[in-house]
């Protein structure tokens, strides 16, 4: 890309949000990053400026939108505990959506856009046909999924509205780490697998659980499509120059178009660690569905996202490299 942008990155220190921002550099862009702290850490920053704050906060918001100009927003702060979510749905609802709403109301009322919203996989809910396409029933099961279903209505009104365009991009499930070892996962709890899986190995006097091996699928546990973070990023950018270019406002499946089962994972570990994943296997999740498995073809077509990291051994290999780092610390 030819043209330095500015731009704004909520929520730039957590998981997805500091690759984003990597990313960003990397392609020559101008960032700036909006975070509270609460659940990233600043340390995970390669670049950029960072402004502590929140942006459910109108003051906050105007402050940073009359300073500078910026040529588009990418909105990483949403909570993404499920079960979180259902415990503590009024917490949800004021970050995701509430939150969502000041920020949305500010760029329009300063012309600021467009954006890119990082969305989720749970927007559909149970699943009716795998491989999940952008047209499947968007049903969620959740306060997480209805919120973040809820926001990606109000882009659409918003587009309608106000002319503020947008793409929401529907993660599956995000995996690995930064190619280079300086960044990875450090949610607090941790619930991903993978992660949690090279825990174990790290931690001798831990188990891995196998949440059921009785599934309709081949070796029993279920499926999930992973999809490396630095693809992710890199699909934000497409996004970006999608949206520059003129773009409608619009939403995308983002993962590997393939799936790999819990087995696959742990011996996939096993092959690049060296040394097998202790497991315990205890009942099934509720809500558990057996196959996860996103269709990405409509993001590599409009888009033009060509993921690649997308071998199950390469997004172990970078996530083990960066659980080293993250034990050494």
Not at 125 to 138: L, M
Not at 169 to 196: K, S, V
Not at 307 to 320: D, F, G, M, N, Q
Request: proline share 4%; charged share 20%; glycine share 8%.
């Amino acid at each position: 890309m030819s043209t330095r942008k500015s731009l704004l990155v909520i929520g730039g220190c957590g998981y997805i949000g500091s690759h984003m921002v990597s990313c960003l550099i990397d392609a020559g862009h101008q960032v700036t990053v909006l975070d509270d702290l609460s659940t990233g850490f600043s340390d995970s920053l390669l670049g950029g400026e960072l402004i502590v704050g929140n942006f459910g906060c109108r003051e906050t918001l105007d402050a940073i939108f009359s300073k500078s100009k910026y040529d588009g927003v990418l909105h990483f702060a949403s909570l993404i505990q499920v079960g979180e979510s259902v415990a503590q749905p009024a917490t949800y609802y004021q970050n995701n959506v509430a939150n969502t709403l000041t920020l949305l109301s500010a760029m329009v009322d300063h012309k600021v856009g467009p954006l890119v919203f990082s969305s989720t996989a749970a927007v559909f809910g149970e699943p009716s046909y795998v491989p999940i396409d952008e047209v499947h029933p968007r049903q969620p099961m959740n306060p997480y999924g209805m919120s973040k279903y809820m926001v990606e209505a109000m882009l659409q009104d918003f587009d309608s509205a106000y002319g503020l365009r947008s793409v929401s991009l529907r993660y599956f499930n995000a995996a690995g780490a930064d190619p280079q070892g300086r960044i990875g996962e450090r949610h607090n709890p941790e619930t991903h697998l993978i992660p949690l899986a090279l825990r174990a190995l790290l931690d001798e006097s831990s188990n891995f659980k196998v949440f059921g091996d009785d599934y309709d699928t081949p070796d029993g546990t279920c499926i999930r499509d992973y999809v490396h973070v630095a693809d992710l990023a890199e699909a934000h950018l497409c996004a970006l120059n999608y949206l520059w270019q003129g773009g409608a406002t619009s939403a995308f499946n983002l993962g590997s178009g393939s799936g790999f089962s819990v087995r696959e994972i742990l011996d996939t570990i096993r092959t690049v660690v060296g040394k097998p994943v202790r497991v315990e296997t205890v009942s099934r999740r509720a809500g558990d569905p057996a196959r996860l498995v996103a269709d990405s073809a409509l993001a590599m077509t409009q888009l033009g996202w060509t993921p690649k990291y997308s071998s199950l051994e390469t997004i172990v290999r970078h996530a083990w490299q960066w659980e080293q780092v993250r034990h050494r610390k």
